[in-house]
C-alpha cells in the first residue's frame, strides 16, 4: 500500500469515476491509474469500485467505508508535512485564500495589508471563484481558507465561522421616482428593470427569496459578480441596482460620489447576510492561517478555532 494508490481511489471518486480526469489531476497515465487502483483491491482483498465492464461506475459498499479512511489519512499526511513546514520555516510560505470578487475587492484589502505587515516573507494567493468552487478547493486543499456569503456552511468536511453580517441597498440614479417612495416596497422594485448578481454570488439567494415569497414577478435584466459593473449599468439607465451595502464605500450621505448616483436602504426588504470563512475539518493550520483568520474575524480565538477544526474528526 502507497500513497499514490491512496490517491487514485480519492480522485476517482473526486472525478466522478472519470480516469482520464484522475490521471490529468496526478500528472500520470490513465492505464497508471487503473494499475495503482487494481493493486490495492487486490491487496486488500474487496472491490473498492462498482465496474460496468471496464468502466467505473460508482462506490461499492466497503469501498465508500475505505475512502472515509483514505481520507483521513492523506489529510494526516498533509498535515504532516505542513506541520514539518511549520517547524522549518515559521513565517515563510504561501497562504492560499479562495474567495469571492466582493470579498476580494471590499472586505479583504485592508486585511491583506495588516497580515502582510506581519508576515513579510508569507505570499498571498487570492483565488477569486464562485462559493461552490471556494468550498471544493479548500475540501481538495488547493486553498486554505475559503471566505463568501453563500454556501459554505452547507459542507460536513468544512468548519466555517460567521464573521460580518451586511445587507442589500438599492442604487438607482439621481432624480429616479423611488426615490420618492418611503419606505420602498417590494412591489415597487419590481415594477422596474433589475441588476444584480449572478446566481449563488453575494446574497443573490435571499433577493430572490424575499420576491418569491410575496409571490412577486420581478425582470432581472443583467446580472454579474462586479458591484462596480453592476452600478455602471444602473449609470446607463438600464435599471435599479440591488448591491452589497460594503460595496458602497464611497459615499457621502445617500450619493455614491462620482457616479451620479443615490442609494436606497434595503435592509427591510431582503434578509441579512453573513459572510463566513472556512477551512477543511481536521487540517492543520500553520501559525500565520490563524493570525489571518483573526484578522478578519477578530472575535474568534485561537482557542475557538482550534477546537472547531479538530470536532468531528
Not at 490517491?7 to 466522478?16: F, L, N, P
Request: proline share 4%.
Amino acid at each position: 500500500m502507497n500513497f499514490q494508490q491512496l490517491r487514485s481511489i480519492r480522485e476517482t471518486a473526486r472525478c466522478g469515476y472519470n480516469l482520464t480526469e484522475v490521471a490529468n489531476v496526478l500528472y500520470t497515465s490513465q492505464p497508471g491509474v487503473s494499475r495503482q487502483i487494481r493493486e490495492l483491491e487486490e491487496e486488500l482483498g474487496v472491490d473498492i469500485f462498482e465496474r460496468n465492464g471496464k468502466r467505473l461506475t460508482g462506490l461499492t459498499d466497503p469501498g465508500r467505508g475505505i475512502l472515509q479512511i483514505i481520507d483521513r489519512l492523506l489529510l494526516e499526511a498533509e498535515n504532516l508535512q505542513r506541520a514539518s513546514r511549520e517547524y522549518t520555516a515559521q513565517e515563510i510560505g504561501t497562504l492560499a485564500v479562495a474567495t469571492t470578487h466582493t470579498q476580494a475587492r471590499y472586505m479583504l484589502p485592508k486585511v491583506v495589508q495588516a497580515f502582510r505587515s506581519a508576515f513579510p516573507k508569507v505570499r498571498i494567493a487570492l483565488q477569486q471563484s464562485s462559493p461552490e468552487h471556494i468550498a471544493e478547493w479548500v475540501i481538495s486543499g488547493r486553498s486554505d481558507v475559503g471566505i463568501a456569503t453563500e454556501g459554505l456552511s452547507q459542507f460536513d468536511e468544512l468548519v466555517s465561522f460567521p464573521c460580518y453580517r451586511w445587507h442589500h441597498a438599492i442604487v438607482v440614479p439621481d432624480g429616479h421616482p423611488l426615490l420618492q417612495k418611503n419606505p420602498v416596497t417590494l412591489a415597487d422594485l419590481a415594477e422596474y428593470p433589475l441588476i444584480t448578481y449572478d446566481l449563488g454570488f453575494t446574497g443573490r439567494g435571499h433577493i430572490d427569496d424575499a420576491f418569491r415569497q410575496e409571490n412577486i414577478t420581478t425582470d432581472i435584466v443583467l446580472t454579474a459578480m462586479d458591484s462596480d459593473v453592476i452600478q455602471q449599468y444602473v449609470a446607463l439607465g438600464l435599471g435599479v441596482g440591488l448591491v452589497a451595502s460594503m460595496a458602497l464605500q464611497h459615499r457621502n450621505g445617500d450619493t455614491l460620489t462620482g457616479t451620479g448616483l443615490k442609494v436606497i436602504d434595503g435592509a427591510h426588504l431582503f434578509a441579512q447576510n453573513v459572510t463566513r470563512l472556512a477551512v477543511r475539518r481536521g487540517a492543520y493550520l500553520r501559525s500565520y492561517t490563524y493570525d489571518f483568520i483573526q484578522l478578519f474575524a477578530p472575535e474568534l480565538s485561537r482557542a475557538d478555532i482550534e477546537k472547531a477544526v479538530k470536532a468531528g474528526t
